[in-house]
């Protein structure tokens, strides 16, 4: 009886990580009016770039922050809709909401573009300031959060290789090139799982270290 033929090994499906970096659901007018601030406002510029080569996503943070203020209805998204790298503005956008002067804030800001622009502005600098005196990191979560980026970056770069090696059309590879096109298959496949897991092991890191941040960030921009 001739041999039977060799299965497929089936594909392992890797989940995508998350593009998002915000936190806060906007729509179409919450963007289109940060936006224009933006562009009206060097100072929310300079801010901006100040803050991202500080710290990752702070750009996104700022549009987070005008939304907190802005927007009637604020509705979070859930961990992982959001990038790992991003955690950092989650627990600065929860320490400003549970702060007492927050209610009173709104009063003056909500649905109120000037108001809600100048209070960003403001928060955001405090925020930063904060950050770069150390009152609420460390470098070393600095350095964590830029791990974390990078981390990610290596994540999606395996997995666009992984999904790149199998559309190779394996009917014009001699038995050989199979062989090997499967080697790389499978090589490929333990990279992705390492990274993925890596990433796993330093986000639940980051988590634990940065529990007290939501605590902290309330009480210095109260003070």
């Not at 549970?98 to 209610?103: A, E, K, N, R």
């Not at 003056?108 to 609420?136: D, M, P, Y």
């Amino acid at each position: 009886m001739p041999p039977k033929p060799r299965k497929k090994p089936a594909k392992r499906v890797f989940l995508p990580l998350p593009k998002n970096s915000f936190w806060i659901d906007s729509d179409a007018y919450d963007r289109r009016v940060w936006g224009q601030l933006r562009i009206d406002s060097p100072s929310l510029r300079e801010l901006e770039d100040k803050g991202s080569a500080l710290l990752p996503h702070f750009g996104s943070l700022l549009q987070d922050v005008f939304c907190l203020l802005f927007k009637y209805n604020i509705n979070f998204l859930k961990d992982p809709e959001v990038l790992p790298s991003a955690l950092l503005n989650q627990k600065f956008l929860h320490g400003v909401q549970q702060g007492g002067q927050y209610g009173i804030l709104r009063e003056q800001t909500l649905l109120n573009e000037a108001h809600s622009g100048l209070s960003t502005l403001i928060l955001g600098e405090r925020l930063l300031a904060l950050v770069r005196e150390e009152k609420l990191l460390t470098r070393r979560d600095l350095r964590d959060l830029w791990d974390i980026q990078k981390q990610e970056e290596l994540v999606s770069q395996t997995m666009e290789e992984y999904e790149n090696a199998d559309t190779i059309p394996e009917a014009e590879l001699s038995e050989e090139g199979k062989k090997a096109l499967q080697k790389a298959k499978e090589k490929m496949t333990g990279e992705v799982q390492g990274a993925e897991a890596l990433l796993r092991h330093k986000t639940a890191q980051l988590k634990e270290d940065l529990k007290q941040i939501e605590a902290q960030t309330t009480n210095r921009l109260q003070a």
